[in-house]
């Protein structure tokens, strides 16, 4: 049953969260850097009465709220809150002050969420236990989630289990969206860089080793490793992201150098063993057609993110007093973005949504990590609402 109690009070919020998380969109900073986003975070919370603890894991910031019904236990809800490099093309009023950074994933979204969440829950802390609003910088693939984990998140503020949840463009506006088990896929990166002698390219490229063909055969050998090594019935990606070599001004030149680096998405461990040895061996067989030298290094990210079926199961009872259960997917088919929330959930069992962010009236969307991304302002309540709505759940009943 839709608890419209939680969705009146936190609509009259709306307009405030609204100006607030437009604010961090105009003031983005990357990974680790977030000392503005963190100083505004930690002055909401301490206005709206909670406990703050600031600097967790560099620039994390965890928000404490005990309820006021006795019982010991402990719960975790996390947003993210840094930005992207990226040029922002929006050309909206609160479009980023900050050149070449932008909140082109949701980040200020997600952590205006949670600080509605917040205000609510300091002014109505009708459960037993403790919630840990979690605050996490750099998601980004600048190591926020295991920044905060060395600095003892969970030692310092202990949970039995943990929450995320992410904005999704295209999604139904208002739907949820999750599923038991692999949500989200591992992500890693491979550099690869060819070495040459160089040489002159029009008058005597038989003296070359030509790091370029090589480098031009290797991204083409790059696509077999799906098609050909990974059973057909596993999911995995490769993915060229950039190719450097030469120089533009000096077209006749064969460059000595040229590299070529992506990313790599998977969720099974056998298939990640796979991907890094073949994506190795092959630059070593181009290099070697070439007469080049080549030094290759793949490194994984984030592990697979996995739901537990329980935390899955009061994700979507919580989810159910917020929006109608034809609004609540509970078997979406995975999806291999990355997310380095999954080094919490290797810790804590957990369960991680998607938030539908909806499309224009014509289908159309943009979607995240492109310039002209812009979250959805109409569905903080809904965020904010679901993460009461998940304390109510999880720590409504004394516990034992």
Same mark, same amino acid.
């Given at each position: 049953?839709?608890?419209?109690?939680?969705?009146?009070?936190?609509?009259? $919020?709306?307009?405030?969260?609204?100006?607030?998380?437009?604010?961090?969109?105009?003031?983005?900073?990357?990974?680790?850097?977030? #000392?503005?986003?963190?100083?505004?975070?930690?002055?909401?919370?301490?206005?709206?009465?909670?406990?703050?603890?600031?600097?967790?894991?560099?620039?994390?910031?965890? !928000?404490?709220?005990?309820?006021?019904?006795?019982?010991?236990?402990?719960?975790?809800?996390?947003?993210?809150? %840094?930005?992207? /490099?990226?040029?922002?093309?929006?050309?909206?009023?609160?479009? +980023?002050?900050?050149?070449?950074?932008?909140? @082109?994933?949701?980040?200020?979204?997600?952590?205006?969420?949670?600080?509605?969440?917040?205000?609510?829950?300091?002014?109505?802390?009708?459960? @037993?236990?403790?919630?840990?609003?979690?605050?996490?910088?750099?998601?980004?693939?600048?190591?926020?989630?295991?920044?905060?984990?060395?600095?003892?998140?969970?030692?310092?503020?202990?949970?039995? +289990?943990?929450?995320?949840?992410?904005?999704?463009?295209?999604?139904?506006?208002?739907?949820? $969206?999750?599923?038991? !088990?692999?949500?989200?896929?591992?992500?890693?990166?491979?550099?690869?860089?060819?070495? !040459?002698?160089?040489?002159?390219?029009?008058?005597?490229?038989?003296? &070359? &080793?030509?790091?370029?063909?090589?480098?031009?055969?290797?991204?083409?050998?790059?696509?077999?490793?799906?098609? *050909?090594?990974?059973?057909?019935?596993?999911?995995?990606?490769?993915?060229? !992201?950039?190719?450097?070599?030469?120089?533009?001004?000096?077209?006749?030149?064969?460059?000595?150098? /040229?590299?070529?680096?992506?990313?790599?998405?998977?969720?099974? /461990?056998?298939?990640?063993?796979?991907?890094? *040895?073949?994506?190795?061996?092959?630059?070593?067989?181009? @290099?070697? /057609?070439?007469?080049?030298?080549?030094?290759?290094?793949?490194?994984?990210?984030?592990?697979?993110?996995?739901?537990?079926?329980?935390?899955?199961?009061?994700?979507?009872?919580?989810?159910?007093?917020?929006?109608?259960? +034809?609004?609540?997917? %509970?078997?979406?088919?995975?999806?291999?973005?990355?997310?380095?929330? &999954?080094?919490?959930?290797?810790?804590?069992?957990? &369960?991680?949504?998607?938030?539908?962010?909806?499309?224009?009236?014509?289908?159309?969307?943009?979607?995240?990590? #492109?310039?002209?991304?812009?979250?959805?302002?109409?569905?903080?309540?809904?965020?904010?609402? $679901?993460?009461?709505?998940?304390?109510?759940?999880?720590?409504?009943? #004394?516990?034992?």
């Amino acid at each position: 049953m839709i608890d419209q109690q939680v969705l009146d009070a936190i609509g009259v $919020y709306h307009p405030e969260l609204t100006t607030l998380r437009q604010d961090i969109h105009a003031h983005p900073e990357l990974g680790l850097e977030e #000392t503005r986003t963190a100083a505004l975070v930690a002055s909401k919370l301490r206005e709206w009465g909670v406990e703050v603890t600031e600097g967790v894991g560099k620039t994390g910031v965890v !928000g404490t709220i005990r309820g006021k019904r006795p019982g010991n236990r402990a719960i975790g809800l996390r947003a993210d809150m %840094d930005a992207l /490099a990226i040029v922002e093309q929006t050309g909206l009023p609160y479009a +980023s002050q900050n050149p070449g950074k932008m909140h @082109a994933c949701g980040h200020d979204g997600h952590t205006t969420m949670l600080l509605g969440a917040a205000r609510y829950l300091a002014e109505n802390p009708d459960f @037993a236990g403790t919630v840990q609003l979690i605050f996490q910088p750099a998601e980004e693939g600048r190591g926020g989630a295991l920044a905060m984990l060395k600095d003892g998140l969970f030692e310092r503020f202990p949970c039995e +289990s943990i929450y995320g949840m992410h904005n999704g463009p295209g999604m139904t506006q208002g739907h949820f $969206y999750t599923c038991d !088990g692999p949500m989200l896929a591992a992500s890693g990166r491979f550099w690869t860089t060819f070495r !040459g002698n160089g040489g002159h390219g029009g008058s005597s490229p038989h003296l &070359a &080793a030509d790091v370029t063909v090589a480098q031009a055969q290797y991204v083409l050998a790059l696509q077999t490793i799906v098609s *050909r090594n990974v059973p057909p019935l596993e999911t995995a990606v490769i993915s060229v !992201g950039h190719v450097a070599g030469g120089d533009m001004e000096s077209l006749n030149v064969m460059p000595a150098t /040229a590299f070529v680096g992506g990313t790599v998405r998977c969720f099974n /461990a056998a298939v990640r063993q796979v991907l890094e *040895r073949r994506i190795i061996e092959l630059a070593k067989a181009m @290099a070697m /057609a070439q007469g080049c030298e080549v030094e290759s290094r793949v490194e994984w990210g984030t592990p697979t993110l996995v739901n537990d079926a329980e935390q899955v199961r009061v994700a979507v009872k919580a989810a159910q007093a917020v929006v109608k259960l +034809s609004d609540i997917v %509970d078997d979406m088919a995975p999806i291999t973005g990355g997310e380095d929330f &999954a080094f919490m959930m290797e810790r804590k069992p957990g &369960a991680f949504v998607f938030l539908g962010n909806g499309t224009a009236p014509d289908g159309s969307f943009h979607t995240v990590h #492109t310039p002209k991304y812009d979250f959805n302002d109409a569905i903080i309540p809904l965020g904010a609402a $679901y993460w009461v709505s998940l304390v109510k759940t999880q720590l409504g009943e #004394t516990a034992a």
